[in-house]
């Protein structure tokens, strides 16, 4: 079946520092990235929608200099979260989908990201 | 906009009996896709069951049914035979069948199954 590889796992930085969390579709081409925030014991909050080649589209509230999200092919699809802070420990999930199929959700396996 | 509500934090269920997760949703469209997904502990997303809101018989798959209200705008899970690796974290979801493609989660039901 369709797998997105997500990396690293796991992270720790420093304060004031950025991090790179990185999601490949492996065998199948990801026409959409969505990439959500669940906090201990929450839900799924989606932070933002990005297609290949075009920009991406931020949900309310969350700020777009910060978590930077790069989609630039097909198979690709990368958040950059930037001077990272405290607050932005959480862990960050990324799901693929194929356009055109309503079921085509194939989801990475986390990163957690802990901000020291 | 759409919400998704599940009002039950935890459940709890003995092994090899049934529980029924509940789930309520808010929208005015009349297309869309229901789901339900389990997050094990390694927090992996997996999808459980899916349903069309323009069918009108319930999806099952194995153990695991539902049981689709549309006037009522509900969408159960019932898991059949609860075995130990039933235990996860449950997340109904919700999909416009509109041109946005996107997922909207409920809050989540950890359920716990006693040997």
């Known amino acids: 079946g369709a797998v997105v590889s997500q990396h690293p796992s796991w992270v720790i930085c420093k304060s004031g520092t950025s991090v790179k969390i990185e999601c490949r579709s492996l065998?199948?081409?990801?026409?959409?990235m969505f990439w959500y925030r669940q906090f201990p014991k929450q839900s799924l909050m989606l932070m933002a929608t990005?297609?290949?080649?075009?920009?991406?589209?931020?949900e309310q509230g969350v700020e777009k200099d910060k978590f930077l999200i790069n989609h630039a092919s097909l198979t690709l699809s990368t958040l950059t979260v930037t001077s990272a802070h405290p607050e932005d420990s959480s862990f960050y999930i990324c799901?693929?989908?194929?356009?055109?199929?309503?079921?085509?959700?194939?989801f990475g396996s986390g990163t957690r990201l802990t901000v020291v | 906009a759409q919400t998704v509500t599940q009002s039950q934090p935890e459940m709890s269920v003995q092994e090899a009996e049934t529980v029924t997760l509940s789930c309520t949703y808010d929208?005015?469209?009349?297309?869309?896709?229901l789901f339900w997904y389990k997050q094990p502990p390694s927090r992996q997303m997996i999808l459980v069951i899916r349903?069309?809101?323009?069918?009108?018989q319930n999806a099952t798959e194995n153990r695991f049914s539902v049981n689709f209200q549309k006037a009522a705008k509900s969408f159960s899970l019932k898991i059949s035979d609860s075995q130990l690796g039933d235990a996860a974290m449950y997340f109904c979801?919700?999909?416009?069948?509109?041109?946005?493609?996107?997922?909207?989660f409920g809050t989540g039901t950890r359920l716990q199954v006693f040997p």
């Open positions: 799901s693929a989908s194929i356009g055109g199929d309503p079921y085509g959700y194939t």
């Open positions: 065998d199948f081409q990801a026409t959409t």
């Open positions: 990005s297609n290949e080649g075009s920009k991406a589209t931020y």
């Open positions: 929208t005015s469209e009349s297309d869309y896709y």
């Open positions: 349903q069309e809101a323009y069918k009108q």
């Open positions: 979801a919700y999909r416009s069948a509109r041109n946005t493609d996107k997922l909207i």
